[in-house]
């Protein structure tokens, strides 16, 4: 079974500057993807990030960036020029190319700190 | 707008009542999802269908029973509520692998 590990229960940032969430998991797998999903308080929960396992380059989407290490099972979310609106619960999330069942992290709580 | 819509957002109801939480999206999206999400926990996958009259349990068993009568809706029924039902449920809706999940915004239940 796949597990997903986000080691980090609360974090914090200073307005403007850069933090990194970790996520690792467990798969026996070599097609997956990986996602960050952002879930502000009472909001809905979308997605701010995908990773296909096959792909080498490292995502990115405006200030959201990844570091996926296959070998090493990590996939850590970066947030540069972090602002109020970054606040939220942050989900690191596996899926496997076959199957549509999708393992969550525990959740990484980031505040952003004015 | 394209979207997922679950309702009601916030319920307080006491125990042995029946309840059904709503779910309906207007993606055209034949598989959908329902999670059960505790404060500072992962997501747990408690129902799912892949189309109109299919469902399947999660890994989380649970007391509830879905129905998929319409590709658009997918509602979660409760029989009898417990306070250990006390939690939020989230619902999602997915194309294709590659494109993750939507979610809809969450009923928070809280059973007394």
């Known amino acids: 079974a796949q597990t997903v590990t986000q080691s980090q229960p609360e974090m914090s940032v200073q307005e403007a500057e850069t933090v990194t969430l970790s996520c690792t998991y467990d798969?026996?797998?070599?097609?997956?993807?990986l996602f960050w999903y952002k879930q502000p308080p009472s909001r809905q929960m979308i997605l701010v990030i995908r990773?296909?396992?096959?792909?080498?380059q490292n995502a990115t989407e405006n200030r959201f960036s990844v570091n996926f290490q296959k070998a090493a099972k990590s996939f850590s979310l970066k947030i540069s020029d972090s602002q109020l609106g970054d606040t939220a619960m942050y989900f690191c999330?596996?899926?496997?190319?076959?199957?549509?069942?999708?393992?969550f992290g525990a959740g990484t709580r980031l505040t952003v700190k004015p | 707008e394209a979207d997922i819509y679950q309702t009601p957002r916030y319920l307080v109801i006491g125990t042995g009542k029946k309840i059904t939480l709503e779910c309906s999206q207007t993606?055209?999206?034949?598989?959908m999802y329902w999670y059960q999400q505790d404060p500072g926990m992962e997501l747990h996958l408690i129902h799912y269908?892949?189309?109109?009259?299919?469902?399947e349990k999660g890994d989380l068993s649970s007391e509830s029973t879905v129905s998929r009568i319409r590709t658009e809706h997918f509602p979660l029924t409760l029989e009898s509520a417990r306070p250990s039902h006390t939690s939020q449920y989230l619902c999602?809706?997915?194309?294709?692998?590659?494109?993750?999940?939507?979610f809809g915004s969450g009923t928070r239940l809280t059973v007394v």
């Open positions: 269908s892949y189309g109109v009259n299919s469902t």
């Open positions: 999602a809706s997915s194309e294709t692998n590659y494109y993750g999940y939507t």
């Open positions: 798969t026996s797998e070599n097609n997956y993807y």
């Open positions: 999330a596996f899926m496997r190319y076959n199957n549509n069942d999708m393992r």
């Open positions: 993606m055209g999206h034949d598989k």
């Open positions: 990773q296909e396992a096959y792909k080498q």
